[in-house]
Nanobody, 124 residues
């Protein structure tokens, strides 16, 4: 059974940085697409950044220039480097994977494997 385990969340002040990790286990092959989503209290979940096996990257407009997604294939781990954090970045961040995808679309309906999430809180 494929499992995704996120880590790296925490509390940080405005302008600070955090790096999230998402480790995939229970599946011998890397998922074709791995993507970060987030959900703030009272809001719908939204796509943040995705990456596929061809190194195609897809960022939401609200994180372009501030967040960087990357992947370590040897460790089967996805990362999200978050810089210049803002209070509106406060949310639970989850990673999702889809073995058969062709492009990392930022639509949660495209993903069948999900992690439990890690909380990110940005304070002033």
């Amino acid at each position: 059974q494929v499992q995704l385990t996120e880590s790296g969340g925490g509390s940080v002040q405005v302008g600070g940085s955090l790096t999230l990790s998402c480790a995939q286990s229970g599946y011998p092959y890397a998922s074709a697409c791995m993507t970060w989503f987030r959900q703030a209290p009272g809001k719908e979940r939204e796509g943040v950044a995705g990456l596929d096996m061809d190194s195609n990257v897809n960022y939401a407009n609200f994180v372009k220039g501030r967040f960087t997604i990357s992947r370590d294939h040897a460790k089967n781990t996805l990362y999200l480097q978050m810089d210049s954090l803002k209070p509106e970045d406060t949310a639970t961040y989850s990673c999702a994977a889809e073995p058969g995808c062709r492009y990392p679309i930022l639509d949660e309906s495209e993903y069948t494997i999900w992690g439990q999430g890690t909380q990110v809180t940005v304070s002033t």
